[in-house]
C-alpha cells in the first residue's frame, strides 16, 4: 500500500551537490525505517544510507563509508518526504538512485521506488 516516488536526479559536474527527495504515500508502522541505496550500471545494488525511527520522536541515521562527510540523509515528517543530500559528488557516485522503506527490524525493506539517475561528469 505504500508507494514512494524518487525525484531531484540529474547532471551534475564534479563538486557540486543535488538533493533527491522520496514521497511516501500510504500508510505506514510506528517502527519504520527507510533508506536509499544505488545502483550503477553491471554493478550491484549498493547501500548509500538510512533513518530509522526507535519511538515515536527518536531515529538514528547511518551512512555508508564511501559518502560518509559528502551525503546526509534526513526527512520532513509533514511532507512525508525523505531527502539524500549529497554533496562533493564524484563521478564514482554516478547511478541510479532508490529510496526504500518497511519496518525497522524486519531485516529488509518491503516498499522500493522506481530510481532517479544521478550522472557526475569529471
Known amino acids: 500500500q505504500v508507494q514512494l516516488v524518487e525525484s531531484g536526479g540529474g547532471l551534475v559536474q564534479a563538486g557540486g551537490s543535488l538533493r533527491l527527495s522520496c514521497a511516501a504515500s500510504g500508510r505506514t508502522v510506528s517502527r519504520w525505517a527507510m533508506g536509499w541505496f544505488r545502483q550503477a550500471p553491471g554493478k550491484e545494488r549498493e547501500f548509500v544510507a538510512s533513518?530509522?525511527?526507535?519511538?515515536?520522536?527518536?531515529?538514528?541515521?547511518n551512512t555508508a563509508n564511501s559518502v560518509k562527510g559528502r551525503f546526509a540523509i534526513s526527512t520532513d515528517n509533514a511532507k512525508n518526504t525523505l531527502y539524500l543530500q549529497m554533496n562533493s559528488l564524484q563521478p564514482e557516485d554516478t547511478a541510479v538512485y532508490y529510496c526504500?522503506?518497511?519496518?525497522?527490524?524486519?531485516?529488509?525493506?518491503?516498499?522500493w521506488g522506481q530510481g532517479t539517475q544521478v550522472t557526475v561528469s569529471s
Open positions: 526504500a522503506g518497511g519496518p525497522a527490524g524486519a531485516g529488509k525493506y518491503d516498499y
Open positions: 533513518i530509522r525511527w526507535s519511538g515515536t520522536t527518536t531515529y538514528f541515521t
